[in-house]
């Protein structure tokens, strides 16, 4: 144990060494530690990283953060389970010296790594993880969270469907926390914007698992007017070409959460389903604000591939940590936490705010209609819901929050 | 229900089953002549459908026949078959001689290497194979529109085993596999070529996994999580049917794929443990699985496995172990993390050594440790939770759950032996892993329960390091005290000969089931300290993924030693954590890594020393 510990910081060192460039010695960069599932969950990790660079270097090309001093992030693989990520998140604070971490993916890895930063008393700005309880039930003061939550997704689908008279529901959804909660959330408001609206079957096969043919035949059981549809990657795949087979879509409105990320509507290709009310990130046809043309035209030729929804995501994410250095009077957590609180930042998706109150960026999502053109899925008749007007209230943030 | 949805669903249950039983008859064949428990038959399964989504299309631009489609999907299938033969050839002849158990671990590394490689050579996303031309569409069944390709898919099933049992009944490879299955040992001595035999095995089984997997694209996309998605299904049905019967994979798959479609009308929830359920009843009523024979090898007297002869430590083993805990206890004076990394190794080298103590003391191979690992993580976590109890009287909690549960589970486990045994464990830990996953308002689900952490004197991570110290040692040095008690030497004895141990008057399995008990508490305890090092808990410390790691462990150290799975935890967790901040493909270099070693000390970091003595 000892030697190969002493070893790999000598090979840690030398590796620094070489990369130290004239450039950065004047000024000691700001590192932060960015710890997500590269390697299980690459076709969402890898292009969140990619655009972080592409976003690193106009950040340090501009000048760098704090008066000049260069932004420089440490990834790290989180393992995909809670165990690894807890040790990873603390290498990169006892061992490489981060400032603060973000990042992770899956929800319970994120709320472990948020309960070991409050333990520690570091920062954590948690990217990815969907799980409301994140910054609601299991909330603390040094976590604070990019992505919509579950629950933001969920109230944008259903206010899509405000106005129309489908009455009786079906939902699918995988049998893991985000796909429970996005159902609880969806049982609970659809009677909001549809009066008797009911939900009349729910499936919930195992996450990569679905029985495709056994979930859709018992949809169709059910005799549903409207599918809240919450399956995700390989499950959705699997569920639209057997519902498409079957006919299970025809006649009926379909919402999907997600559906519509690039990530997630990639691999349905020429089989995408018309119609569905879904969100997503139709990238090629956003026109304001002007940098996310920018960005767009910036990532295609960087990396030679399309932008993803984790590409917007890591390049917003470093935009609002560039604007906490600037705003922050000091790299000390406390300094970090009051100035993120409420920080308001111009990103390529627009204005971002992070919410002080629950620790929620009111980073907001695409909510449209898809379509096939070309052999490929797309979006039309979309509009960006700005996630400010789709969060929880005040009142359940004050009942919801430990103090 | 009215009778058409009842069909239509019937259908949907037999198209699932037949795709299971190509998939599960390719593992089954495999097991019955080789005897390994071949992990990397959910990786062939993979290779076949991302074999498959490459060449497929690429001959339907040719023309869009059914004929080209299929003889794609036959193609990938015999490409996945060459595969096999390559890892048979590169790996699993090299390791034969060894320990079953090891060739097991050598899989494993397999499965971690193709995850990455396939991640390499096709990227990450999902790619969807094309639709089966002239099989594109629904067919009308009583009012019910219903995939034509599922009806085939239906076809496919019966119409392999018909093949199979040409093959086994009407050619020499086909009576020599079944020979194998009942007896390897008699074969060999019977002069048949043992290495062709192998090898024609091993492609015979990978082409069908592949064949499975390539039957899929047209319904699911290839997908780099797909391989460990299919092994325990796989697993399990082999197991239900009997390991190594054709006809009987055939069965459970039925029973399986049926259960499954009907099982999702009334417990939606339920596809997460429905299998495993099966399994267990399964195996507690008929112990070699529906039309499994007992192992005719299992009444004879072989050399045994595992730890033979648990004497003292000679000199130079005494100054090694004085050496390790020095530089354990001297960790603080490095830095904070390689305290942290310290105290894990810590705690994996209990729950490793508590492993070993059933496996190679006992001769119960247990592939569900974790779950006693992680029922004394939840233990101890929702005393401090949920009762608002502190640290110290939840770390006594951790080995009572932990033994409780294996005294509950173990009670079934020690009725039977092998690998149906090995099997039990899993599909109780699986039970063990759906109930926490499940009881969201009690566990917290699978996004679990976090708050965990030390009370305030235990906080800093030197004393809690140093207390995890005191107790794993300490509970090391009680179960090393109980292997070479009386008690050690009696389970030693049953494991060597259940008959001649019940022949002189021992209970053996009371002496087994007391083991098993002892060995959960322990591992319980192992959880509970992981629980507070982490500060959360959560179904992750039940998972396969986890009791994989524990064997891996014991198997780098060494199971015919007393104290080599301290050095392959060490080992094991040393390596993992190297490799991980090095690049994405940590686990491709672990695969390596376990197979290297694997190659270089078959008989674990501790045999390395036997050897050279």
């Known amino acids: ?403 | 229900m009215e009778l058409d949805f009842v069909l239509i669903q019937a259908l949907s249950g037999l198209a699932s089953a037949s795709s299971l039983f190509v998939i599960a008859s390719g593992l089954t064949i495999v097991f019955g002549v080789t005897r390994i428990v071949n992990f990397a038959h959910g990786s062939f399964y993979m290779l076949g459908a991302y074999a498959a989504v490459t060449i497929v299309p690429w001959l339907l631009e040719f023309d869009r026949s059914p004929t080209l489609f299929f003889a794609g999907v036959i193609a990938s299938a015999l490409v996945v078959g060459m595969l096999g033969v390559v890892m048979e050839v590169l790996l699993l002849r090299r390791i034969y001689k060894v320990p079953e158990l090891f060739q097991l671990l050598a899989t494993f590394g397999v499965v971690l290497i193709v995850q990455d490689l396939v991640l390499l050579a096709w990227g990450p996303v999902d790619i969807a194979g094309p639709r089966a031309p002239g099989l594109r569409h629904g067919v009308y069944i009583l009012d019910q529109r219903f995939p034509a390709y599922e009806l085939f898919l239906i076809f496919v099933g019966p119409a392999v085993l018909a093949l199979l049992w040409l093959l086994m009944h009407r050619t020499r490879f086909g009576v020599l596999i079944r020979a194998a299955t009942q007896d390897r040992e008699m074969v060999g001595a019977l002069g048949v070529n043992q290495a062709m035999l192998f090898t024609g095995t091993l492609f015979l089984g990978a082409a069908l996994a592949g064949l499975g997997g390539a039957l899929q694209i047209p319904r699911v996309s290839a997908n780099a999580h797909m391989d460990l998605s299919v092994i325990t299904e796989a697993f399990v049905v082999t197991v239900i049917g009997g390991m190594g019967s054709v006809p009987g994979a055939f069965l459970a798959a039925l029973l399986i794929g049926l259960l499954q479609a009907f099982g999702v009308l009334v417990f939606p929830k339920i596809t997460l443990v429905l299998a495993f359920l099966l399994m267990a009843v399964v195996l507690v009523v008929k112990p070699w699985g529906l039309l499994g024979k007992p192992d005719v090898a299992s009444g004879r007297a072989v050399l045994p496995e595992g730890i033979l002869d648990p004497r003292p430590l000679d000199r130079f083993g005494k100054v090694l172990a004085g050496v390790a805990v020095l530089a354990l206890l001297a960790l603080p004076l490095l830095d904070d993390y390689s305290v942290k990394v310290g105290t894990e190794v810590l705690i994996f080298a209990l729950a490793a050594f508590s492993l070993n103590f059933l496996v190679g003391n006992g001769g119960i191979v247990s592939f569900g440790h974790a779950a006693y690992f992680g029922l004394g993580a939840y233990g101890a976590g929702m005393l401090v939770t949920k009762a608002g109890l502190s640290m110290e009287p939840a770390l006594l909690a951790a080995p009572i759950a932990g033994g409780a549960a294996a005294a509950l589970f173990g009670f079934f486990v020690v009725r039977l032996s092998g690998i149906y045994l090995a099997m039990l464990t899993m599909a109780f830990a699986q039970i063990a892993y759906a109930v926490v996953f499940q009881w969201v308002e009690v566990t917290g689900g699978d996004n679990g329960i976090v708050g965990v952490w030390p009370s305030r004197w235990a906080a800093s991570r030197e004393v809690y390091l140093y207390l995890t110290a005191a107790l794993s040692i300490a509970a090391i040095l009680f179960l090393t005290r109980v292997i070479r008690a009386p008690f050690g030497a009696t389970l030693r004895a049953a494991r060597d000969s259940a008959a001649r141990a019940d022949a002189i008057g021992i209970d053996v399995r009371t002496h087994r089931w007391l083991g098993f008990i002892l060995a959960g508490a322990a591992a319980g305890l192992a959880g509970g300290l992981y629980a507070f090092s982490k500060g959360s808990i959560d179904p992750t410390l039940l998972s396969i993924p986890l009791s994989v790691d524990f064997l891996s462990m014991i198997l780098l150290g060494g199971i015919q030693s007393v104290f080599g799975p301290l050095a392959g935890a060490a080992a094991f967790h040393a390596v993992k954590d190297q490799l991980m901040p090095l690049t994405d493909h940590w686990r491709l270099l672990l695969g390596l890594a376990i197979i290297a070693m694997v190659l270089a000390f078959p008989r674990g970091l501790a045999g390395l020393r036997r050897r050279a003595a």
């Open chain 1, 1 to 403: 144990m000892t030697r190969i510990t002493l070893r790999r910081r000598a090979l840690g060192a030398a590796a620094l060494a070489t990369l130290a460039r004239p450039a950065f010695a004047q000024a000691a960069p700001i590192r932060v530690g960015e710890l997500n599932s590269y390697s299980r969950m690459a076709a969402f990790a890898v292009p969140y990283r990619n655009a972080m660079q592409l976003a690193l270097e106009a950040v340090n090309a501009a000048g760098g953060v704090m008066g000049g001093r260069p932004l420089e992030f440490v990834f790290r693989d989180d393992g995909s389970t809670p165990g690894d990520a807890v040790r990873v998140a603390e290498e990169l604070l006892t061992r490489e010296n981060v400032s603060f971490i973000a990042g992770t993916f899956l929800s319970n890895v994120g709320l472990a790594v948020a309960d070991f930063a409050n333990q520690k008393q570091r920062l954590f700005l948690a990217t990815e993880a969907l799980t409301d309880a994140l910054t609601m039930s299991q909330g603390n003061r040094y976590t604070f969270r990019v992505r919509p939550n579950t629950y933001m997704q969920t109230r944008m689908m259903v206010e899509a469907v405000r106005g129309k008279t489908q009455k009786r529901w079906a939902v699918v959804a995988p049998n893991y926390e985000y796909g429970q909660s996005a159902a609880a959330s969806f049982k609970r408001l659809i009677g909001t914007v549809i009066p008797g609206a009911e939900v009349v079957t729910e499936q919930f096969p195992a996450l990569g698992r679905v029985d495709a043919g056994a979930t859709v035949g018992a949809i169709a059981q059910a005799r549903p007017d409207a599918i809240f549809n919450v399956l995700f990657g390989p499950d959705l795949v699997a569920f639209v070409r057997e519902g498409n087979t079957r006919g299970l879509f025809e006649r009926r409105l379909v919402l999907g959460l997600l559906t519509g990320e690039p990530e997630y509507m990639i691999p349905l290709g020429d089989e995408t389903p018309e119609g569905w009310i879904v969100t997503g990130y139709p990238w090629e046809q956003i026109e304001t604000p002007a940098s996310h043309k920018a960005f767009v035209a910036a990532y295609r030729a960087k990396f030679n591939d399309t932008p993803r929804l984790g590409s917007l995501l890591g390049y917003v994410v470093v935009q609002m940590v560039a604007n906490l250095l600037n705003k922050a009077p000091g790299l000390e957590t406390d300094a970090l936490i009051t100035a993120l609180s409420d920080l308001e930042t111009e990103t390529i998706a627009g204005k971002v705010t992070m919410r002080g109150l629950d620790h929620q960026s009111t980073l907001g999502a695409w909510v449209g209609e898809t379509a096939l053109q070309n052999g490929r899925g797309v979006l039309r008749n979309w509009r960006f819901a700005d996630g400010k007007d789709y969060m929880f209230s005040e009142a359940e943030v004050l009942v919801a929050r430990p103090r």
